[in-house]
């Protein structure tokens, strides 16, 4: 069956990723990757090109402006994360690039620009065909609030939002020390970005309801125990970069805070 899906990745990828998604990472999660490397589970490079394949699908239909629901594309993300052990460059690469830490691949970008212009050319036929309609949704568009400038990205942060299905799927499966045994350097990069809140706007009335440490929120982070998340097992998969990790995102916390404290 992986043999198969294998020579099919292409359309596997386009027409039913979760379901070749689900296959991988359930299938040959971490029982098949996480196995003994001397005597390697069979076909188990065909499940990783797959789950490539797969997950740089849904980035591509992601930066094309489609939506999942109930949040779905993670195990996309899932099955990726284990096939780091097999494609530790390219699935590292992946994963720079899902956390906004690299630029999208020419392939992405494209793809990307094409959905662009063919949405730009639709609103303007929409515009002509219904002026007023229009005018009126550009008025319901226009920011009730004003915003403030927006930061630049933090050195250790993401460019932009990171996918919060990536996010959890860094944070709430068994896949991400897969990535740690591979890559710990880009592991270390890539939690951090998922760990750190993306530029915002200023506030701009000198004030905020919020405690504003810079860190991203974590939906099934609370209670904080240790055993939560991906942090136990990166330490004791790379212990040097785990403790790296923790300093940076705690004095990066620290430093927000303070700068919060002594602004009001």
Not at 133 to 138: H, L
Request: glycine share 6%; charged share 30%; hydrophobic share 40%.
């Amino acid at each position: 069956m992986l043999a198969f899906l294998h020579a099919h990745r292409d359309e596997v990828a386009r027409l039913a990723p979760f379901t070749g998604a689900g296959c991988v990472a359930s299938g040959c999660g971490p029982c098949r990757w996480n196995g003994n490397p001397a005597r390697p589970m069979p076909w188990r490079r065909h499940a990783a090109e797959l789950a490539e394949a797969i997950a740089r699908e849904v980035q591509a239909c992601k930066a094309e402006g489609d939506h999942f629901s109930d949040g779905k594309e993670r195990i996309a993300y899932e099955a990726a994360l284990y096939a780091a052990v097999d494609l530790p460059d390219s699935i590292a690469l992946l994963c720079l690039e899902l956390g906004q830490r690299r630029d999208a691949s020419p392939g992405i970008q494209s793809r990307a620009e094409q959905a662009r212009v063919k949405a730009e050319e639709e609103r303007r036929r929409f515009r002509e065909a219904n002026l007023e309609r229009a005018r009126q949704a550009e008025k319901l568009c226009t920011p009730i609030f004003p915003q403030g400038r927006l930061r630049q990205p933090w050195p250790d942060g993401p460019r932009t939002r990171v996918d919060g299905a990536f996010q959890s799927a860094c944070l709430d499966t068994p896949a991400f020390p897969s990535l740690v045994r591979a890559r710990p350097e880009a592991a270390l990069e890539v939690l951090l970005a998922v760990c750190i809140e993306e530029p915002q706007h200023e506030e701009i009335y000198g004030f905020s309801d919020r405690e504003d440490c810079g860190i991203e929120h974590w939906h099934d982070g609370y209670p904080p125990l240790y055993f939560r998340g991906p942090f136990l097992m990166f330490l004791r998969e790379a212990p040097e970069h785990a403790v790296s990790f923790i300093l940076r995102l705690v004095n990066f916390a620290t430093r927000r805070y303070s700068e919060t404290e002594l602004a009001d």
